[in-house]
């Protein structure tokens, strides 16, 4: 599941947990997106009560499901055909293509300008516009869990992916001019989670050990923030996410406790914050930092959460991000039990979040046991039921417009060596919701059901 980059679910095509096969958040987290062994829904996230279902889909044995930002346009991989991935224009019901590739699709990121399919020794970076192969990235390092992110800013179109297996190292690559920018020695042990800011200015990542949360300027991957969630276990972060402003940073694990950090320029970049205590106490660290071992002085520098949330239960796999619904600040968690959890979050104070709402969007097997009257006390009204084909088809589609934006390689030229997929194109193009903000895609020329694609 992600947004915030990470999945609630399969971290592949193995097989699915019971209800829950995959979830993400869209790059903005106005929407939800659910697979399940019946299909796939989307959920609108604009009301903290309600929970509207806008789509659903049955499709089977879904493990991803991405949708770019509040278009029409939506990935979805299954585990029957776990190598080939599907785009859809789902208000239209209809296929736009579909692509296979030479091994298990781990993972599919989204832009208004890239679309980037991770493989476990590979990566291939599409362009959005008509879907055309750009660049194959080949012999990246084995990245089992599909480890990847892609800023949502498409004017800094930044892919971040391990850059080894045994320590964490990151390899930050421009999919916009299609080159590598820089190689960030982020941590001691394998990655575990990444992140940008919704401007790509900023990256945070975290190990395997889950103790240690850093922050990363882009592109020059200068150290800015570290954050320490925990010293006495190591834990298995599932998912970091930045707010829409950038100030705020929450991670959640396998542990009961969302952490946010606040992003205040402290220690290590050397800039001046606000005028308070945590500044002071910061400065006086960074002035002692000379006279005190290198160690040390690593953990002065480190702040504790600024905000925290307890969820209902833990060792359930999560991911969260951070949203603004109904005009206030808040922290979305969906786990892999079906539940979505939102809290309200105090941008000034901090402290513990209040739980909000939960939202059961289904029961999986192994909780249909009864529940606390404490959990019955907290439990919404079912989500709304999701529109019929037939509704769904009949809503109105934005009039096309002629502005796209710039691609690159439009006629599709990939480097010497590569892999062009057999694909051809209509010059008609697919109406999204939003022309005026997301580039057409145009049709494939076989019809309705898309062009199969070699494997690359």
């Not at 509040?70 to 776990?82: F, G, Y």
Request: with cysteine; net charge negative.
């Amino acid at each position: 599941m992600e947004t915030a980059e990470g999945s609630v679910g399969t971290s592949g095509p193995s097989g699915l947990a019971p209800g829950l096969g995959c979830a993400s958040f869209n790059q903005d987290s106005t929407s939800l997106a659910v697979g399940t062994g019946m299909g796939y829904k989307l959920y609108s996230l604009t009301s903290v009560e309600k929970l509207d279902c806008i789509h659903e889909s049955d499709s089977p044995d879904v493990f991803i499901v991405e949708r770019l930002f509040s278009s029409s346009l939506v990935v979805v991989v299954s585990t029957a055909l776990p190598r080939r991935m599907n785009v859809y224009h789902f208000k239209k019901g209809t296929e736009i293509c579909n692509y296979s590739y030479s091994h298990d699709i781990l993972a599919v990121r989204l832009n208004r300008q890239r679309l980037v399919v991770c493989l476990e020794e590979s990566i291939y970076i599409h362009n959005i516009k008509d879907m055309k192969l750009l660049k194959t990235l080949l012999n990246t390092p084995s990245n089992p869990s599909g480890l990847c992110a892609l800023s949502v800013n498409h004017s800094n179109s930044y892919l971040a992916h391990p850059g080894s297996a045994t320590i964490g190292e990151i390899v930050v690559y421009d999919a916009n001019i299609l080159s590598t920018v820089t190689m960030i020695p982020a941590h001691d042990t394998p990655l575990a989670a990444l992140a940008f800011n919704a401007q790509g200015t900023r990256l945070a990542s975290a190990s395997e050990r889950g103790t240690v949360i850093r922050v990363f300027s882009i592109p020059d991957g200068q150290r800015l923030f570290e954050f320490r969630r925990g010293m006495k276990r190591y834990v298995n972060i599932s998912s970091l996410s930045f707010s829409p402003d950038g100030q705020f940073l929450c991670t959640s694990s396998n542990t009961e406790t969302v952490h946010i950090f606040k992003l205040e320029q402290l220690g290590i970049t050397g800039e001046e914050a606000s005028p308070t205590w945590t500044a002071y106490v910061g400065k006086m660290f960074s002035a002692a930092s000379s006279y005190l071992p290198t160690g040390v002085t690593g953990m002065m520098s480190q702040d504790r959460a600024f905000a925290t949330a307890h969820l209902l239960a833990m060792g359930r796999r999560n991911i969260c991000t951070l949203a603004v619904i109904q005009k206030l600040p808040r922290l979305l968690v969906m786990s892999a039990d079906g539940q979505l959890l939102i809290y309200n979050v105090d941008p000034q104070e901090g402290g513990e979040c209040t739980l909000a709402h939960k939202h059961r969007l289904f029961c999986c097997d192994e909780d249909s046991g009864e529940e606390t009257e404490s959990e019955r006390s907290n439990l919404n009204t079912p989500p709304s039921a999701c529109p019929s084909y037939a509704a769904t088809a009949a809503l109105p589609t934005a009039v096309p417009v002629t502005t796209t934006l710039t691609g690159y390689s439009e006629d599709g030229g990939a480097k010497k060596g590569e892999v062009i997929p057999e694909h051809e194109f209509a010059a008609g193009p697919v109406c999204l919701d939003d022309e005026n903000e997301f580039p057409p895609i145009n049709w494939c020329r076989d019809g309705s059901r898309g062009g199969g694609a070699r494997r690359s």
